[in-house]
């Protein structure tokens, strides 16, 4: 932490599956979930408190559209926010809206992959 070098083995996860009731045969019938070790946990608990400690400094205060690291901000503020440009954006008639476009990454790992990941 010293030397502000965050290592790959704290950003590891276990993926598990979960099955979901009834579907058995279906690949949609389980839910995958990542798990971080309780030492990554600790680690990531130690480093937010450092950073919140930080971003009360003056100088250091991060942008008022930055929603990590702020007691005063949660997920839900930040979904507000994306509510709020989208009602704007899409208020007034076709001919002069302006039109906004919102690209979510999703990678979706497919049912026999995650049998592969899961038992080796």
Known sequence: ???NI????YKEAGLYLIEK???????KAY???CVLSSTNKLFGHILC?????????????????QFVFRK????????????????EVNSGDLKTRDFGLMIS????????DNMQLLHG
């Open 1 to 3: 932490m010293e030397n």
């Open 6 to 9: 965050f290592l790959m083995k």
């Open 21 to 27: 009731p009834v579907k058995q045969d279906d690949r």
């Open 31 to 33: 839910r995958s979930i």
């Open 49 to 65: 408190g450092r950073m919140r400690k930080a971003f009360e400094v003056e100088q250091a205060r991060p942008s008022e559209k």
């Open 72 to 87: 005063d901000k949660s997920t839900i503020d930040a979904l507000g926010e994306v509510e709020k440009f989208s009602k």
């Open 105 to 112: 990454e999703y990678t979706e790992i497919s049912g026999k």
